[in-house]
């Protein structure tokens, strides 16, 4: 799939393991999987006046050293993004649609 890079997993692992509360072993042995990844979150970049970007089944990981982010999604890759005037917001949705919920 275009976009994983499992470098980028061995690079963000000591981060990785903190959000998901794994360990670092288990990170470097098994990656991430489907199980990581909720269809209720979402992660939001923005910048005023320059960039929105949303990415769903996602979540984010903070390198405050490096000031940048990384973006993990289950179906569009990983991505990391320089922190420079951005705000990061990470949204988790819950819903419940009762059985005659026509979705109209």
């Known amino acids: ?35 990581d990844f909720s269809y209720s979150n979402k992660v939001v970049l923005s910048r005023p006046g320059d960039l929105e970007s949303t990415f769903h089944r996602a979540f984010a990981v903070i390198d405050e ?6 973006v993990f999604t289950e179906h569009v890759g990983y991505h990391v993004f320089n922190l420079a005037g951005m705000k990061v917001s990470e949204i988790s949705t819950e819903e419940y649609w009762d059985e005659d919920y026509s979705g109209q």
């Open 1 to 35: 799939m275009r976009g994983i890079d499992p470098k980028l997993i061995e690079e963000w692992k000591e981060l990785l393991a903190k959000k998901l509360n794994r360990s670092v072993e288990e990170i470097e042995k098994r990656g991430l999987s489907a199980g």
């Open 65 to 70: 050293n490096t000031n940048k982010v990384a």
